[in-house]
């Protein structure tokens, strides 16, 4: 049995990838926010014949977290569940967004990630194997940053650190740490005008997330080439 645990798995790009894990023959652990949604997707997958289970998973929820740590296998984790808590604000500056949605964007971009590894971490070194790929952005690259969007880019760049942190502390244990840009996809956050249809943007997502012994570590990339920090 070989398990992924995706987290923001009830549309989207995590949708996606939950379906392509499923057909690589993984046991998915579809993390949702909303039980009801996330039964919807349960359903809608295992009516595609994969082995799909819907798991209660707020990544502000200290308490959906801390239940991870009663899993008895995962051996790939998928951190996804994002926002963009700027995006609507009448002036996405940095001078004018206010701390609290930068604040937000933490919590679940950066946060939610981080607590969840201290969670799964341990059950991937007590089975000598694990694959973590934190979803991160484009807009998070310090070698391209540009203005507006603070709490978004903020946290993702943050996010990409905690990519960097993990790698060191866990080589030679064989657990790859890597981000992903998964490029301007169509989803509810991406918008109709994207370039990429969700199984494009999942594709990168899900090579990471099956990499073999000795593949990358604590790299950031897109399209399954290694792009700048």
Same mark, same amino acid.
């Given at each position: 049995?070989t398990? *992924? &645990?995706v987290t ?6 995590? @949708?996606e990838?939950?379906?392509q894990l499923?057909?690589?023959?993984? !046991?998915?652990?579809l993390?949702a926010?909303?039980?009801a949604?996330?039964?919807? *997707? !349960? ?7 994969l082995?799909?289970?819907?798991? +209660? ?5 200290e ?7 009663e899993?008895?296998? %995962?051996d ?6 994002a926002i ?12 004018h967004v206010p701390?609290k ?11 939610g990630p ?6 799964? %971490?341990?059950?991937m070194q007590?089975?000598?194997y694990g694959?973590?790929v934190?979803?991160?952005s ?5 070698? !391209? ?7 978004y880019r903020?946290?993702k760049t943050?996010?990409? *650190?905690?990519?960097?942190? &993990?790698?060191? !502390? &866990?080589?030679? +244990?064989?657990?790859l740490?890597?981000?992903v840009?998964?490029?301007w %996809? ?7 005008s ?12 899900v090579w990471?997330a ?6 990358p570590?604590?790299g @950031?990339? +897109?399209?399954?080439?290694?792009? *700048?920090?």
């Open positions: 049995m398990v *992924a &645990l923001g798995g009830t549309r989207g790009i995590g @949708f990838v939950c379906r499923g057909r690589l023959d993984y !046991e998915v652990l993390g926010r909303d039980l949604r996330g039964k919807e *997707a !349960e359903g809608t997958l295992r009516g595609e014949g082995k799909v289970t819907v798991l +209660k998973l707020d990544v502000t929820s308490e959906d977290i801390d239940r991870l740590g899993l008895e296998r %995962v790939a984790l998928v951190n996804n569940a963009a808590p700027d995006r609507d604000h009448p002036d996405t500056s940095a001078l701390a949605l930068v604040r937000l964007g933490f919590e679940v971009n950066t946060l981080y607590r969840i590894c201290q969670q799964i %971490v341990p059950i007590r089975q000598g694959r973590i934190n979803v991160s484009g807009m998070a690259q310090l070698a !391209e940053m540009n203005g507006h969007s603070p709490g903020l946290s943050a996010l990409n *650190a905690l990519t960097r942190i &993990l790698s060191d !502390e &866990l080589r030679g +244990k064989n657990i740490v890597n981000s840009d998964p490029g %996809v169509k989803t509810d956050m991406g918008g109709p994207a370039r990429l249809s969700t199984e494009e943007g999942a594709e990168t997502i990471l099956t990499l073999p012994d000795g593949g570590n604590g @950031f990339f +897109k399209e399954k080439r290694e792009i *700048a920090w």
